[in-house]
Each structure stands twice: as C-alpha cells, then as structure tokens.
C-alpha cells in the first residue's frame, strides 16, 4: 500500500511539473515605450505572483491551459492579459497612465526617453517624491542625482537653492508641464513660489547639458521638467497628515471624479504646511491647490484646463547673515542662530527678513490628433504674481545697512543692536528714530515693505509629423512679461516721516524737491519702476528611428526685447528706456544607438547663444537706472557629451563624460571712486565645465535594492576679462569717477586675472549610495548617504581700477550625511493607507554647505552656512 501511494504522490509531481510553464515578458509605459521597474505580475488561478526587475522584464509559472495576468502599478491603470504555456514570450505589454492628457503634456514638455533621445538624464518618480521628501525642500529630492548640489542657503521655508554641473539656478531652465517658470528678468528660480509641487508632482526629469528641450531660449547648465498630475481616470481620493520637528505639520487632500460618460474629468487637490522652522525665527505658513478639468472631445481633439499656486509667508535668515567658524561656536544656538531675530521694547517680535508671495500658474492645453501619425499640441499660459518682503531703508547707507543682522563681509553679528542674549535689539531703532534732529523727529531708520509683481503670458505651440522613419517637430514659443517692482514705507518705528535723503534723481528736476518731502506709511521710496520683456522664438527638429538607431538634428532661433519703465528716478518725459534687442540661436543634434537589448551608446553636440538678462546683462543697474549695458552681448556655449549605458535584470548603470565652453559670459562689477559708485561689464569671461558622470541601480536580490552615482568636475574660469567703467547716468568714467569720452585714454577700466580659479559655490565632486530593503509585504526601509567634496566658496571679483589678481577661493570641508526612511502600505478596512517616516542627517553631522570667501581664502575669515542637523517627519496617507 505504501509503495502505491509513493507512486501516487510522484507521478502527481511530475503532472504538475509539466502542466507548468514559464511565461515571460517586458512592462512598459505606452506613452514612452520605457521599461517599468516593480510592476505586480499576479496569476488569480495560483495565487502567485512576481514584480518586473530593472529592465521590466518578468517570468512567472503558469498552469497549463489559459490563465489571466493582472498587471498593475501605482499610477497606471490595470490591466488584465491572457497568457498560455503555448506562447511563452508575450513580448512588450504596454500599460497606460490613468492621468487624463498625459500624452498632450509629454509631447509639451520635451520628455527624454531612456535609450532613444541621446541625453544625459535622471529620472524621479513620484514614489520616491513621496517617500523621501519629509520636511526637505524640492530640491533637495535631486541631491542623489550626478551633478546636482542643492543647500537651504539661509534655512528659511523656500529658500533653497540648487546647481546643476556647476551652473547655477539661472542657467537651469525648470519647466513644469512644458511650460517655463524660470524668473524673466534675472533667470533663477525662487522655491518657495513652488512649495506645492512635491504635492502634484506625477514624474520629474533631469536632463543634463543640452537637454531634449524644443523651446527657442535653452539652459546652458540644464533642465528640471516637471510634469503634475493631470486628470485621473479613475474616480477616487486621499486624504493625508504629517508632523516633523519644530512644529511641522501638513494636512491635504486629493479628489477626482474619475472620466464621466460624457468624457469630462476633474481633479482638485489642496494642502497646508505650517511649521515654526528648524532655524530661529523662521516660521511659515504655506498652501497649497491645484486644479485639473479635461474634456475629452472626441477621438481627435482634447482640452485640459490646469491651476495651480502655493501662496506663503515666511520669516527668514537673510540669505547674507553668514557668519565665520569662530564666531557661529559663539552662539548659544550654534547654527540654528539668526542674527536678525529679535524684539521691540514692548517684547513684541519684530523681523527684518520677511517674504510672502503668490505666483498662479494658469494653462490651457489643447491636444489635436490631425491625422494617425500628425500632431498638435499647444498650451497658453499665464502666471500673476503678486507678493513681497521687508527692506530696510535709511537716510544714509550706514543707516540703511544697520538694518542687517551681519553687516556686509565681517562674518560677526552686527554690535549696534545688539541684545546681550544676541537678539536684535529693534527697540533700540525706535529710540534712535526718536532722538534724531531730521527736521525733528524724522526717522533715520524705516521698514519698507519690497512690492514685486508681474504679469506673464504665453504662448507654446508644437506640431509633430511622421513621414518614413523621421519624426519632424515644429513650434513657436512666445512670452511677454511685465514685472512692477516698487518699495512702500510699512513701519516709521516711532518718527513721525522719513526723508528718503540717500536716493538720488539726477534725471528728475525735482529732485531736491523729492528728498525733503516728508514721507509717511504707504509712500515710495528707494525705487518704482515696471520691467519688461518680450520673446519670440521658433523652434524645429527632426527625429530618425529606424531599428537600434535614434538620431536627430535641432535648430531654434528667438529675439528677446527689454525695456523698462521708471517713475521714481526719472521725469514723465525720461521715465521710460531705449528698447534693447538680442537674436539668440541654438542648434544641436545627437544619436543613440542600441548595441544590444542591454547596451547602448549615446552622442550630443551643440552650441547656444542666448541673450543676456535683463539683471546685469541688458542694463547695468536694472533697479535704479535706465542705463542700457553699452557692451552687452549675447552669453554662449558650446557643449559635447558622450554616454553609455548598460541594463539587465539585476543591474543599470549609465556612465557620462562632459565638456561646455561657457563663452562671453554676463558679469556686471561695481567700483567705487570718490564716494562715487560706476559700473562695468566685463567682456570676454570664458569658462569649462567638464567631468565624469556615473550613476547605477542594483538588485542583487527580490526584496534589496542598492543605488549609487559618482560625479567627477572640474570647474574653472578660462580667461582674464577687461570691463571700462560708467557712471549711474550711463557716462563714460575716468579713475576720478568724472564724465570723460568714450574708449578714450582717459576712459578707466577694470582688468581682471580669473583664468585658472575655479568656479564656486557647487560641490565639484559628489556621491551618493543607497539601500531600500523590504522587509515584510509593503513594508521597506531605507538608508541614503551623501558626499559633497571639492566644494569651493563663492567669492567676489575684485574690481578695483587697473589690474586685479585673484587669488583661489577657500575650498570647504568635505561633507557626507545619511538619511533613513520606512515605509508602510497596507489596508485599513476598505482603504489603501500608508505610513511614512523619515529622518535625515540622521548622525546629526556638522558640516559647511554655503560659504563666502575672505580675504585671507582660509577658514579663518570665510562666511559660512551649516546644514540642517537631525530633522524628523512622520505622515499617513489613506486613499479612497
């Protein structure tokens, strides 16, 4: 009997053993045919399932005859396959996102493909926004990324700031749904406008160097593209609550109405942060919202209607208060101290340093399916901003700088208002303002409060064909912005007027008129003027695909206008400027080709001349002054870049080397003679950016994932420069600082040594490796450790008459810090929940990320910031 069982129970096995097969295939997004990791292959027949590895590929077991696959992936929609023994290799699935539009976005937003477009780029999905970005600013998210250096400056809510291959934020174009956010006058970007895209965020590229980018005016450094959610397709929600140190605490929700029969969707989503902030004094309240309603037309024609703003307010730590070593072990808060935190005599708080601002982004996209291979997608948009900060103003520039809480390159806490527990004593300006003899009681010392608005429309438009194996891409890309900036008295602290006595109006007749007018709460001083800027530009490139081989070939041309419009310094007759234009041009072209299923190659080459901004470049003093930069000229580079890549089921790495030429670069310097303060443009300011790029992801095992990257620079200026000087009436100066004729012996000029020096302010090395372990069904930690080396301080180019010799800039201490993360999902009752914490810096490293060179290039008298020490945050999220 026995042996007739053993029979039984193996030739059961060996039934069983052919009755199942293995059946394999690949997971990829539909819209960018990229391969999908983590994606839940289950079978409901078995009860098993798998998760697609690094190049999404699969293989699972199947009884014999047909089963059904379920496919599904956090922000895609599911989908349901047949698969049999009898045919093994199902190939490529595709699956489709459940945003709404998404294809219309993509083709706007210049998104690069892996081993297709021929870029340098990181990608960061919206998990991994989710999961690790706690209480860090948006930036910070990209710190693991090869040549991204990203510090809180100040440490006030918003704040930061971020590098990119050593360019900074204004030549890093950030572009959010296609569309550019990047500030018009000046380049850069402020965060803290963009508190809420963590919130809305569905993906997020970095694209290195040249960049996919089709609009008419590129970055020279790269580009952030950020796409948001659009419409989800499914009918749905989540509600969510954090809390993290120092009064943290953020509250949201999510809803959506999933696509109706009559094919409309909405999507609304809305958050509030609030927090006492981990540097003194540095409270904010921010929200959140963002809108999305898309109708769907019909098979050809689909409109999407999106909304979105983060209005805040925040005191800060001005962004200058650095102090030295010595001095910051002084304090009682160490590196949490604010040199501009204090009160007044009646011990209520009082600030120095205050910024609010709301800046909606409203866009309307329109996506036309012409034929089966043409397109045409356009978005209009506008952005309203409105919002401002605290300025200190004063009868004289002593005056006016007492306002500071570490006066201008000492590196030590200003003395004159000083409180013996080391707040600022604003109670004392007060009694300063009372006892002064200005026409009797006029304050020496008032609050202005630093109004800036704009208005911006635009208009991007691409239109893209197929004809054989080339894809041709079309468009123009149209912006006219208008920016108001104007200063308002907002406190007298105790005068009873102000007599705004150090601007001075050469270009106005009443001049001696306006500096003895008496000012009261809610008059001008200091400046009132509008900016303007106009662009157009066209752009076209065209794509060949054909089996393993992508190339292509991309030209653009834009003409950009300034002018500006002055009513404080100038009469009605003088208010308004000269109109200043720039032609710039781009052209670049690259291809990639797969060597094999795991390997590919990559090449890009390109050259850009784009026109200078508004700030510094097209005029010498934009704030003050309608005096056109005479020698401004177009800023240009000229880039290349070679890329591998490698990918298999258990390990990617990409490997990339660089090299940009940085030509003409826009660099207005200041020098003062005889109490008289002139202006220069230097010209011919050249610098190379180069270096080794490396970055790879590991799954040496089902449950571990191990990630890393290396990034090798080397930064330098390339060039000596030579600026002549110009009075603040656009006069040609002699060394006196005197009207003299232009280019003329007597025409002084600043000659500068920079050739050599390296560029400051980024970690020219950096490195990062990660762990992220699954513990239990949904249930994973992770450890993140960063390295920030031959970080050199930012520095000032001496630009005194004759020839000036600079000497290299301190280099600061190399850094490395580790951040951990768990992350729970699970049900609660009929609900999808999770719970996430995070603690970065977990060791509580001390260490240097912003720094101002002194006058020795040593420690000894360098202006630093330190990073954030050990932060904590928890949240839950709950889905229905």
């Known amino acids: 009997m026995k042996k007739v069982i053993s029979l039984f129970v193996v030739a059961v096995i060996v039934q069983l053993s052919f009755s199942q097969g293995l059946v394999k295939g690949i997971v990829v997004d539909k819209a960018t045919n990229e391969a999908l990791v983590g994606v839940s292959i289950f079978n409901p027949a078995s009860g098993l399932g798998v998760s697609t590895a690094l190049d999404g590929s699969f293989a699972i077991k199947l009884p014999s005859g047909k089963q059904n696959l379920t496919i599904s992936y956090i922000g895609y929609s599911t989908l349901t396959i047949e698969a049999s023994n009898n045919n093994p290799d199902l190939g490529n699935i595709a699956i489709e996102s459940e945003a709404i539009g998404l294809n219309d976005v993509t083709v706007t937003s210049s998104i690069a493909i892996k081993r297709k477009t021929p870029v340098a780029l990181s990608v960061i999905d919206p998990i991994i926004i989710e999961t690790k970005i706690g209480v860090k600013e948006f930036p910070e998210i990209l710190k693991s990324t090869p040549g991204v250096y990203a510090t809180r400056q100040g440490g006030g809510f918003g704040d930061s700031r971020i590098n990119l291959r050593g360019f900074e934020s204004a030549n890093i174009a950030v572009m959010i749904n296609g569309v550019p956010v990047n500030d018009m006058e000046w380049g850069g970007v402020y965060w803290s406008n963009w508190a809420g895209l963590s919130d809305v965020t569905r993906s997020m590229q970095v694209q290195r ?257 197929k004809i054989g194996n080339i894809d041709y891409y079309g468009g123009v890309d149209l912006r006219y912005y208008k920016g108001v900036h104007t200063n308002e008295i907002s406190d007298l602290y105790g005068g009873n007027f102000f007599l705004d006595l150090s601007s001075d109006r050469p270009f106005n007749p009443k001049n001696a008129q306006l500096k003895a007018t008496k000012l009261g709460v809610g008059d001008v001083v200091y400046r009132d003027y509008d900016g303007y800027v106009f662009s157009q530009g066209v752009f076209g490139q065209a794509e060949y695909n054909k089996d393993n081989l992508s190339t292509f070939i991309s030209l653009s041309g834009s003409n950009t206008s300034y002018w500006r419009y002055d009513r404080f310094y100038y009469d009605a007759a003088n208010a308004k400027s000269a109109t200043t234009s720039f032609l710039g041009y781009c052209a670049k072209g690259g291809s990639n080709y797969n060597i094999d299923d795991k390997q590919n190659v990559f090449v890009n080459i390109g050259i850009i001349s784009r026109a200078p901004f508004f700030s510094g470049g097209a005029f010498l003093q934009s704030t003050i002054s309608n005096m056109l930069n005479p020698n401004g000229i177009n800023e240009k580079a000229f880039s290349a870049e070679v890329g591998y890549g490698y990918k298999s089921k258990y390990f990617s790495g990409n490997l990339n080397v660089y090299r940009t030429k940085w030509l003409d670069k826009t660099i207005v310097v200041t020098s003062t003679q005889q109490q008289e303060v002139q202006y220069a443009n230097l010209e011919g300011v050249n610098a190379l950016h180069q270096g080794i790029e490396f970055d790879f992801t590991s799954k040496p095992t089902k449950n571990l994932e191990v990630t890393g990257m290396i990034s090798l620079g080397d930064w330098t200026w390339d060039s000596n420069a030579t600026g002549y000087l110009y009075t603040q009436t656009g006069q040609p100066s002699d060394e006196k600082g005197l009207p003299t004729e232009l280019m003329s012996a007597t025409h002084a000029k600043v000659d500068v040594n920079l050739k050599g020096i390296h560029v400051g302010n980024s970690a020219q090395t950096t490195g990062a490796l990660g762990f992220n372990y699954q513990i239990l069904k949904g249930f994973k930690i992770g450890l993140d450790a960063n390295y920030f080396g031959h970080n050199y301080s930012s520095y000032k180019i001496n630009s005194a008459i004759g020839t000036n010799t600079n000497e290299q800039p301190w280099m600061i201490p190399d850094a490395y810090t580790v951040d951990f993360m768990a992350n729970y999902r699970f049900r609660l009752g009929d609900y999808d929940a999770s719970l996430v914490g995070n603690i970065d810096n977990l060791l509580d490293t001390e260490y240097i990320t912003d720094a101002y060179d002194g006058t020795t290039h040593t420690a000894k008298d360098a202006q630093v910031f330190y990073g954030f020490g050990r932060t904590w945050s928890v949240s839950l999220k709950i889905k229905f």
Do not use: C
């Open 209 to 465: 160097g040249l960049g996919a980018s089709k609009v008419a005016a590129p970055s020279l450094g790269g580009s952030i593209n950020i796409v948001t959610r659009s419409t989800d397709a499914k009918k749905g929600g989540a509600v969510s609550y954090g809390i993290g140190n120092d009064g943290y605490e953020k509250i949201g929700f999510s809803v959506s109405t999933g696509l109706t029969n009559d094919n409309w969707a909405i999507t609304l989503l809305g958050s509030k942060t609030v927090g006492n902030g981990y540097i003194q004094g540095t409270e904010f309240e921010s929200y959140s919202y963002f809108m999305n309603i898309s109708k769907k037309i019909n098979d050809a024609h689909q409109l999407s209607f999106t909304a979105f703003a983060a209005p805040q307010w925040h005191n800060q730590r001005n962004n200058a208060d650095r102090l030295t070593i010595e001095n910051w072990q002084k304090q009682p808060l160490k590196y949490k101290y604010n040199a501009s935190y204090g009160f007044d005599m009646n011990g209520q708080r009082k600030q120095s340093s205050y910024n609010y601002y709301n800046k909606p982004q409203i866009s309307l996209n329109h996506f036309w399916t012409i034929k089966e291979k043409s397109s045409l997608s356009s978005a209009i948009y506008m952005s309203i901003g409105d919002g401002g900060g605290y300025s200190g103003q004063g009868t004289t520039s002593a005056d006016r700088n007492n306002w500071f809480g570490v006066p201008s390159g000492t590196g030590e806490p200003a003395k004159t208002f000083r409180n013996l527990d080391g707040t600022f004593n604003y109670g004392a300006i007060y009694e300063l303002n009372k006892a002064s003899d200005l026409n009797t009681s006029g304050s020496k010392m008032v609050m202005s409060n630093s109004i800036n608005k704009h208005i911006w429309y635009g208009v991007l438009s691409t239109y893209n064909t």
